[in-house]
């Protein structure tokens, strides 16, 4: 199973990075985890934008789902030929919302894209296994639990602290893991995952490698958000860039 980051950028692009797309492969099998702003011109860079096979849009805001509105141009109007729906799974109401970010028309989606609503379980994708649950966060959200030949790779989404997070990332051998605020500020609550509360969550979940991501540097220090993940997880901590790639 391999990991390659496409974005990375917490709540709007940033200087050198798009916002939240991941993509997970196995068996020749593609699947994007979030689709966020900017994050189709990165997908060009490190696979062929026509080879994904089904997609995860862990919540319905712009950040992590806006660019599959551009993916409908891909997928209906390729010169060589409409491409084939594809499944997304996705909050209920994810087909409405794309379409009306699309066209002013709210026109059908049915050729491009095959919904399926979420809700916490466990169901297959391809060679993977799959387990979602609710998060804490002010929208529907789901962390992403992904298994595939023994190995596990935990995806935290958008979220505060919560337990459903711990279930979905325990003994996970990588923990890729929102780190949006700074530690000692007065941070809205119920909205995201400081540095020190990243790492907790790593170090109760008893993971392998934490993975830092979601970041927003216009707002917060990079350094501070390590630092404080750092102290509070005693394994091995980095900050995803774009184009990186992570073997399991």
């Known amino acids: 199973m391999r990991l390659t980051v496409l974005g990375c950028a917490g709540s709007f692009p940033g200087p050198e990075a798009a916002c939240s797309a991941y993509l997970v492969e196995a068996d020749n099998f593609r699947l994007l985890i979030d689709f966020g702003s900017g994050s189709m011109s990165a997908m060009q860079r490190y696979t062929d934008m026509n080879s994904i096979d089904a997609i995860i849009l862990t919540h319905l805001h712009c950040d ?20 084939p729906a594809i499944p ?19 026109e059908a989606l049915d050729d491009v894209y095959t919904f399926y609503g979420l809700q916490p379980g ?9 387990t979602v649950d609710r998060v804490n966060h002010p929208i529907e959200t789901y962390g992403v639990r992904v ?12 979220t505060a602290p919560c337990e459903p997070l711990l279930r979905l990332a ?22 995201h995952l400081t540095g020190g509360e990243a790492g907790e969550a790593a170090t109760k979940a008893d993971v392998g490698r934490l993975l830092l991501t979601h970041l927003i540097p216009a707002w917060f220090s990079e350094a501070s958000i390590v ?19 992570y073997d399991l």
């Open 64 to 83: 992590h789902m806006l660019d599959a509105c551009t993916y409908i141009v891909v997928r209906r109007y390729d010169p060589a030929g409409a491409r």
């Open 88 to 106: 997304v799974y996705a909050p209920l109401g994810a087909a409405e919302r794309i379409s009306a970010a699309y066209s002013s028309e709210n």
């Open 122 to 130: 466990t169901f297959p994708i391809g060679p993977f296994t799959i």
């Open 147 to 158: 298994e595939h030949g023994g190995h596990v790779l935990t995806y935290s989404s958008d």
């Open 170 to 191: 325990a003994g996970a051998d990588l923990f890729l893991c929102e780190a949006s605020y700074l530690d000692g500020v007065d941070n809205p609550p119920g909205l």
């Open 227 to 245: 630092d404080a993940a750092t102290a509070a997880y005693t394994g091995p901590v980095e900050v995803v860039r774009p184009g990186a790639r």
